[in-house]
């Protein structure tokens, strides 16, 4: 029984069907500037700009637009992850709602608390 149930386990983790999905989306959010999180997908909303500017104290301030890729209102949560020089979350702002109506564009601001963050990545979810 024990042997069976590794064989499937073993099988699910070769074809990806086990999780990959997640496993996918963490990734690319660890590697990307910009990232739509849970079910929204790439089929609903897209970053057409991001802007990065380092303020005169050493903050990062980033701007990102947003565009509503389908036609009815949309309602988000934007929230960005800022990184150290490694990749380190340092800090996190928290989710702010956007709402987008039909193929509309806002743009969206954040600045980091402190001079550390080096990277970053935009976050996109469905509002809950």
């Known amino acids: 029984m024990k042997t069976k149930l ?17 496993a996918q989306q963490a990734a690319a959010a660890n590697n990307s500037t910009f990232v739509a999180l849970g ?8 970053c057409t700009a991001m802007q990065e500017t380092q303020l005169t104290d ?5 701007r990102a637009n947003i ?10 949560q934007v929230s960005c992850s800022f990184k ?5 979350a340092i800090d996190t702002t928290p989710f702010q709602t956007l709402i987008l109506d039909e193929t509309a564009q806002e743009t969206v601001e954040f600045i980091s608390l402190n001079a550390q963050a080096k990277y970053y990545t935009v976050r996109v979810r469905l509002a809950r």
């Open 6 to 22: 590794i064989l499937l386990l073993s099988v699910c983790a070769i074809i990806g069907g086990c999780g990959a999905p997640v």
């Open 58 to 62: 050493g903050r990062l301030k980033v």
């Open 84 to 88: 150290d020089e490694q990749g380190f």
């Open 67 to 76: 565009l509503n890729l389908i036609n009815k209102r949309v309602d988000l």
């Open 39 to 46: 079910t929204l997908g790439a089929r609903t909303v897209k």
